[in-house]
């Protein structure tokens, strides 16, 4: 049951891709709280995708463009404009792709080819979208343009690898562009920093059912899901958050401010001292 918090307000959701994606959860909960929207994602991802059939259940249509191609962003933004019958008050970018993490190449080791790709998809997209809103002036005073990121722009995280520097790269393009769009247009620019959240990309992370396993034995709340992620993007596209921009936030449980906690601390000791052949407590070392 919605709030009404996005009555009147039309969005753009870029990465809707399956169930599975917060982005499809965002749009769900978006049109939930009276947006109107339109979704997008590349002509690959729309034919493998299942995209189609969120937008038959949300009354809107899907509009294809690649988020890296400015002429893309372009059409997107003019015929979302025109479909909504307004300018746009809230943008969510949700894309991530690692060339170099799906061939498994070590982060010493990067083809720089598939690196130029990750971190134009990954994040010099959102630098894309954002420029062309701005030269188009297609979002409303006091908008909201979200992306999403992890704690990886921070810290190190074993198979994370160039996805880490996209993140990175990412967090710095909303402070920079808010500052601008904040100043000349009260256009708000803010990014999550998301729990690991087992989405399509995100099972492609080496490892990444440990990170999960980790991750939650570490979050003094657990793990945020990607619901939760979805209703933390609906109260930044509100009204309720109008002074909040240029902020990388956190939506993680807590883990980004731990260092260690018993849970963690517990399984790790569990391991070092068990015997890998039997599979037995080698002696009792728990600190109880």
């Known amino acids: 049951m919605g709030n009404n918090l996005l009555k009147g307000k039309r969005g753009i959701i870029f990465g809707a891709l399956n169930p599975d994606s917060i982005a499809w959860k965002v749009a769900e909960r978006a049109y939930e709280e009276g947006a109107t929207l339109t979704l997008t994602n590349t002509p690959v991802a729309l034919r493998m995708g299942e995209t ?8 809107t249509k899907v509009i294809g463009a690649d988020a890296t191609n400015v002429d ?9 404009i025109e479909f909504l019958g307004g300018k746009i008050d809230f943008v969510l970018h949700s894309i991530g792709m690692s060339p170099n993490v799906r061939k498994e190449r070590h982060y010493s080791d990067l083809d720089y ?25 297609a979002i ?19 198979g994370y690898n160039d996805m880490a520097d996209a993140k990175s790269l990412l967090e710095s393009i909303a402070r920079s562009f808010g500052y601008i769009y904040g100043r000349e247009k009260r256009v708000r620019v803010n990014t999550i920093s998301q729990s690991p959240t087992m989405t399509t990309a ?23 899901s990607g619901d939760e992620c979805a209703d933390y993007c609906i109260t930044l596209f509100s009204d309720l958050t109008r002074k909040v921009t240029m902020q990388n ?3 993680d449980g807590g883990f980004s401010n731990m260092g260690m906690s018993l849970r963690a601390l517990q399984q790790y000791e569990k391991g ?4 890998e052949s039997t599979g037995k407590r080698s002696k009792d070392h728990s600190w109880d």
């Open 249 to 251: 936030l956190f939506n």
């Open 140 to 158: 409303n005073e006091w908008g909201s343009v979200v992306a999403l990121s992890y704690v990886a722009a921070q810290r190190t995280f074993f």
């Open 52 to 59: 189609k059939a969120l937008a038959e259940k949300l009354n």
């Open 72 to 80: 893309d962003l372009k059409k997107l933004f003019t015929e979302s």
């Open 202 to 224: 995100g099972s492609g992370v080496k490892g990444f059912d440990r990170l999960l396993d980790f991750a939650e034995r570490m979050s003094p709340l657990g793990n945020a």
């Open 113 to 137: 080819n598939y690196l130029d790709k990750t971190l134009d998809v990954s994040a010099i997209s959102f630098h894309k979208i954002l420029q062309t809103a701005r030269k188009l002036d």
């Open 272 to 275: 070092l001292y068990t015997d």
